[in-house]
């Protein structure tokens, strides 16, 4: 039964400004941690550094905050994905605490060869990998 990611942790001091509340920044770290270990748990590849030719670097990230997050807190993390080319993979994400929806956003992050600092296609094997999880 298809299902989302799910990524769990908590909020530490380094998330957060001088209030104790999560800065911006601090957002994307939640991100980023729960599409790394989606791509190493699930499509089962060393995440970013592929191979010596296969590399993905992220060219585009959003973020929409609703609910500020505190030092502490355990977050959720509901992680989707859009294939959006043979290139590119737009990462969706939900943030909650408890039901309380804390932020959303989105990671787009695109496969390169590092030789030549350029995008390729996604190989079809890591490719055929993104499949059985929902979309929002």
Same mark, same amino acid.
């Not at 209030?19 to 970013?48: C, D, K, L, S, W």
């Given at each position: 039964?298809?299902?989302?990611?799910?990524?769990?942790?908590?909020?530490?001091?380094?998330?957060?400004?001088?209030?104790?509340?999560?800065?911006?920044?601090?957002?994307?770290?939640?991100?980023?941690?729960?599409? #790394?270990?989606?791509?190493?748990?699930?499509? +089962?590849?060393?995440?970013?550094?592929?191979?010596?030719?296969?590399?993905?670097?992220?060219?585009?990230?959003?973020?929409?905050?609703?609910?500020?997050?505190?030092?502490?807190? /355990?977050?959720?993390?509901?992680?989707?994905?859009?294939?959006?080319? /043979?290139?590119?993979?737009?990462?969706?994400?939900?943030? +909650?605490?408890?039901?309380? #929806?804390?932020?959303?956003?989105?990671?787009?992050?695109?496969?390169?060869?590092?030789? #030549?600092?350029?995008?390729?296609?996604?190989?079809? /094997?890591?490719?055929?990998?993104?499949?059985?999880?929902?979309?929002?």
């Amino acid at each position: 039964m298809p299902q989302y990611f799910i990524y769990r942790d908590y909020v530490r001091i380094y998330d957060t400004d001088a209030q104790g509340i999560v800065h911006y920044a601090g957002y994307y770290r939640f991100f980023t941690n729960a599409m #790394e270990r989606f791509m190493e748990q699930e499509i +089962r590849i060393a995440y970013p550094l592929v191979n010596e030719n296969l590399w993905f670097v992220i060219v585009e990230s959003h973020a929409e905050y609703k609910k500020p997050a505190k030092i502490g807190d /355990e977050l959720s993390v509901y992680l989707s994905y859009e294939v959006v080319s /043979e290139k590119a993979i737009k990462f969706k994400f939900l943030l +909650r605490r408890d039901e309380d #929806e804390i932020a959303q956003g989105h990671l787009v992050q695109v496969a390169i060869n590092p030789k #030549e600092w350029k995008s390729i296609p996604i190989p079809p /094997e890591v490719l055929s990998r993104f499949k059985g999880f929902l979309q929002f």
